[in-house]
């Protein structure tokens, strides 16, 4: 099985975005993001076909956004992933977007999962980007790198990452205007950097780990993110009583990938405070109380961000 996934290729499909006539002058920047793009990515799994899957998948999500890999790549299903002249692996078609896609490396970690690395040549479809504007958020290392300034446990770190993650994601995926582009952590930082620097034209910005550059940019700072724990013995009750508190402020910044300027800030806080007879008790007390507010915070500070790019796009 390892052999064959080593060697695995997908046939370039029919039709797409070779062959196809060299559009007018006046017709290439609308055409700009439709270009085929080559993607870099990789996936984990249990077995090495959920690993390949979740490679594909997440190749596709980098220049089409996240439902059109839902679309077409769907979830890993455990199934063999062989390949035949129409594109179709494990029984899932690509649709034409997946042109080609080779097996870069794969290998087995310690904890018994796969990992495989895919470049795949991804052909977006025409009309995806024509009435919709392609946006990258915070993805839940990027929360979790923040969170991580300040003195949260590990534990509060990882949940509260990723159900910022999850809530805006949701978020985006509700506003049709919008294609959500998943960035894998090197393109992101990247995508980013070169975001804030300004200077490079949309061209130039679009080369970006080989995809296509968003037209707009939600960037993550945390400025506090603290926690603490206290107890208080009862002595006539022979009992101790802990008590948590939790307090996290955040600012999202929007910018516009075309200029580099952040064009909108939304700022937000989440606290939590909880006591309990059982310290794990309180925990996971303060932990609730905090995630929940900071995922209605969060989702309403997108939203205000993803309004503002509507009227920033609105025609003159």
Same mark, same amino acid.
């Given at each position: 099985?390892? #052999?064959?996934?080593?060697?695995?290729?997908? @046939?370039?499909?029919?039709?797409?975005?070779?062959?196809?006539?060299?559009?007018?002058?006046?017709?290439?920047? *609308?055409?700009?993001?439709?270009?085929?793009?080559?993607?870099?990515?990789?996936?984990?799994?249990?077995?090495?076909?959920?690993?390949?899957?979740?490679?594909?998948?997440?190749?596709?999500?980098?220049?089409?956004?996240?439902?059109?890999?839902?679309?077409?790549?769907?979830?890993?299903?455990?199934?063999?992933?062989?390949?035949?002249?129409?594109?179709?692996?494990?029984?899932? *078609?690509?649709?034409?977007?997946?042109?080609?896609?080779?097996?870069?490396?794969?290998?087995?970690?310690?904890?018994?999962?796969?990992?495989?690395?895919?470049?795949? /040549?991804?052909?977006?479809?025409?009309?995806?980007?024509?009435?919709?504007?392609?946006?990258?958020?915070?993805?839940?290392?990027?929360?979790?790198?923040?969170?991580?300034?300040?003195?949260?446990?590990?534990?509060?770190?990882?949940? #509260? @990452?990723?159900?910022?993650?999850?809530?805006?994601?949701?978020?985006?995926?509700? $506003?049709?205007?919008?294609?959500?582009?998943?960035?894998?952590?090197?393109?992101?930082?990247?995508?980013?950097?070169?975001?804030? +620097?300004? %200077?490079?034209?949309?061209?130039?910005?679009?080369?970006?780990?080989?995809?296509?550059?968003?037209?707009?940019?939600? $960037?993550?700072?945390?400025?506090?993110?603290?926690?603490?724990?206290?107890?208080? =013995?009862?002595?006539?009750? @022979?009992?101790?009583?802990?008590?948590?508190?939790? $307090?996290?402020? %955040?600012?999202?910044?929007?910018? $516009?990938?075309?200029?580099?300027?952040?064009?909108?800030?939304?700022?937000?806080?989440? =606290?939590?405070?909880?006591?309990?007879? %059982?310290?794990?008790?309180?925990?996971?007390?303060?932990?609730?109380?905090?995630?929940?507010?900071? /995922?209605?915070?969060?989702? +309403?500070?997108?939203?205000?961000?993803?309004?503002?790019?509507?009227?920033?796009?609105?025609?003159?």
């Amino acid at each position: 099985m390892k #052999l064959l996934l080593a060697s695995l290729l997908l @046939g370039s499909l029919l039709g797409g975005c070779d062959g196809a006539a060299e559009p007018a002058p006046a017709e290439q920047a *609308s055409l700009t993001k439709q270009a085929m793009e080559t993607s870099t990515a990789t996936g984990y799994g249990k077995t090495h076909e959920d690993a390949y899957q979740e490679a594909v998948s997440q190749a596709v999500s980098q220049v089409c956004g996240v439902d059109v890999a839902k679309a077409i790549v769907g979830v890993p299903g455990g199934k063999n992933p062989t390949t035949d002249n129409k594109g179709v692996v494990g029984g899932i *078609s690509f649709d034409g977007v997946v042109k080609s896609c080779r097996v870069v490396s794969e290998e087995r970690a310690k904890d018994g999962l796969f990992s495989v690395t895919v470049e795949a /040549k991804i052909c977006p479809p025409a009309d995806l980007f024509a009435n919709r504007m392609a946006l990258t958020i915070p993805s839940a290392g990027a929360w979790n790198s923040a969170l991580s300034c300040g003195s949260l446990s590990p534990a509060m770190v990882q949940s #509260l @990452g990723s159900a910022c993650e999850g809530v805006m994601q949701n978020t985006v995926g509700q $506003d049709r205007m919008f294609v959500l582009l998943d960035r894998s952590s090197a393109a992101d930082e990247i995508e980013r950097s070169v975001a804030a +620097q300004g %200077y490079a034209r949309r061209e130039e910005k679009a080369k970006t780990k080989g995809v296509k550059a968003a037209d707009f940019v939600v $960037d993550l700072s945390v400025s506090k993110a603290e926690e603490s724990a206290s107890s208080r =013995h009862f002595a006539t009750a @022979g009992r101790t009583k802990f008590v948590r508190t939790a $307090d996290i402020a %955040y600012t999202l910044k929007l910018i $516009d990938v075309t200029t580099g300027g952040i064009v909108a800030s939304q700022s937000g806080e989440a =606290h939590g405070n909880a006591t309990a007879w %059982y310290e794990e008790e309180c925990a996971a007390k303060v932990l609730s109380q905090t995630e929940a507010q900071l /995922k209605a915070a969060v989702e +309403q500070s997108l939203q205000t961000l993803l309004q503002e790019c509507k009227n920033i796009s609105k025609p003159q």
